[in-house]
Structure formats: structure tokens, C-alpha cells
């Protein structure tokens, strides 16, 4: 989450995007929907897996890493999880 | 609540401003910050009941403005939908804002298309659209689904569940397609490769970084 040394914005995550090092190459994923996928026990419209979606607002620093807000925000156990990018 | 007309005795126009009633006291007086710039004449009469009035937000105020990479002839990745993962062609951009594209038909299925530009990739493939033909009925209003008829159920009609009626192609659709590609075709293959560059899909592999390409 974002965060500082002893307060966390839970409704704001940090996505690190694969690949990407700069601030400058992760204005290209700027706006883009982002999908997190999990699995629960209950089948719901017939599958296990179950998705929240939400999308990059900003990036974050000058690593390349970005911000993202979600519809709900992402539980704890999504962190260093897997978040799909939608082109 | 919704705005509703004000009532008469408070003598305000509709932008908030006060009214001033005609007899010549607006020329000399000195010019304040609060001076309305219309004078609006109030109606009489306005309806007895608060009617809440629909406001409106489905306006465009200005044509929607397309990216730069995006003109007739560029080939273009659809991203999602139906086609994703196909390139196209772009024809033209529609009055509605959104982009008219084809396949074409004949080289990887993707009809006559809208699509917006939200969900495309723009390439700097360009092809030469000059000698394509569109034809003028091909706007919106050609690509808008019929109204579904609601009719009443019966009962054994409830319980029957819904019936799936199978969509048709609506006329002339054949036609107009044929019409749009035989010019974009002869213009691919004029270009070597360039058919086979749009039936081939667009896909991400390991390795490959999407920021890192160029497109």
C-alpha cells in the first residue's frame, strides 16, 4: 500500500510493472486497468476464480513503479501477488 | 430535488443575478461587480408541482479529439472485444467520435467496425486509403441496434425461459462490405507482407514489454 513510516493509504497500492525502471516507462501504462485474480472456495458464475479490477492512476517515484486504486481495495495477502496489466 | 422554475416575487433571473425592471436606472447608475449581463423576462406562470427537470449531462460539447498516431490507414491492434488481438484498418472517424474499421473482411474476418479508440493500439503502418470507397449511408446510425420490442408475456411464455432469436445480418451489410474492400485490398497487395501483417495476431510473449515497443 502506499504508505509512510507509520500511516498506510489502503485504498491506493503500488504496482511494480514488469520490466519497467523509469518513471518514463511507466507513462505508457498510465490509465490502464489492472485485474487482480484469486481463487475462493465457492463457485460463483460457475468458476472458483474471481477477479477485482482497478486501474494505474500515477506512477510513483523514479523506479518505474505506479500507483493503482482499485474498486475495493486489495487485500493484504495480494502483496507481492500477481496483478494482471490490460493493454 | 431537481431545478424547478423560481417563484415570481423573488425577481431573479435565471443566472442568479438580480432584474432590473425597465425605467432607465441601469444608464446612470455606477457599475457594479454584481450587474447581470442579460436582463431575462420571467414567465408568469410555472407549473404548481416541483417538476424535477432531467439535466442534460449526454451533451458533447465539443467533437471528441483522436489521438495524433490515429488517421485514415493506419493499421491498428484491437486490444478487446470480439476481434482482440486483430489488426485493422482504419477507414475513418465517425461523428460519434468513435473509429470506423475493417479488416479487411476478406484478409482476417474483422467487418465493418466501430470501435473506439480507447481499445486500439495505433501502429505506424499506414496504408493508402485514397481509392477506398465508403459508402455515405456507412455512419452511426447504420452501425445502431434496433430497439428490442417489448412484448407483453403470456403466461406459458414465462415459463417457457428465453428463447434465443438468431441475430441477422442486417441487409446490405454483405454489400457494403465487398464495396469498402475491394480498394483496401488492391492497396495491401501492393505491399509485400502487408496481408499477411493482418491476419497475423498481435500477442505478447516473455520477454516482450509493450513500453519498450515501438508500435
Known sequence: YKRARMNQTNHTSLIKLENVA???????YLGKKLCYVYKAKTKKKGTVYRTSWGKVTRSHGTSGVVRAKFKNNLPPCSMGGKIRCML | GGRCAPPFFTQRSRSGGLLYTSGGDNQGASMTKSQPKKVEKLNR???????????????????????ASITPGAVVILVAGRFGGKRAVVLKVLDSGLLLVSGPFQVNGVPLRRVDQRYVIATKTRIDVSNVKIPDHVNDSYFQKPK????????????????????????????????????????????????????????LQNGQYPHAMVF
Open chain 1, 22 to 28: 523509469d518513471a518514463d516507462g511507466a507513462k505508457f
Open chain 2, 45 to 67: 406562470f410555472y407549473p404548481a408541482d416541483d417538476v424535477p427537470h432531467r439535466l442534460h449531462r449526454n451533451k458533447r460539447l465539443r467533437p471528441r479529439k483522436i489521438r
Open chain 2, 148 to 203: 428490442k420490442e417489448r412484448k407483453a408475456k403470456t403466461e406459458g411464455e414465462f415459463f417457457e425461459g428465453e428463447k434465443k432469436e438468431k441475430k441477422e445480418l442486417p441487409a446490405g451489410r454483405k454489400e457494403d462490405q465487398t464495396v469498402v474492400d475491394q480498394g483496401l485490398v488492391q492497396a495491401i497487395n501492393g505491399t509485400p507482407q502487408l496481408a499477411d501483417y493482418l491476419k497475423s495476431h498481435f500477442s
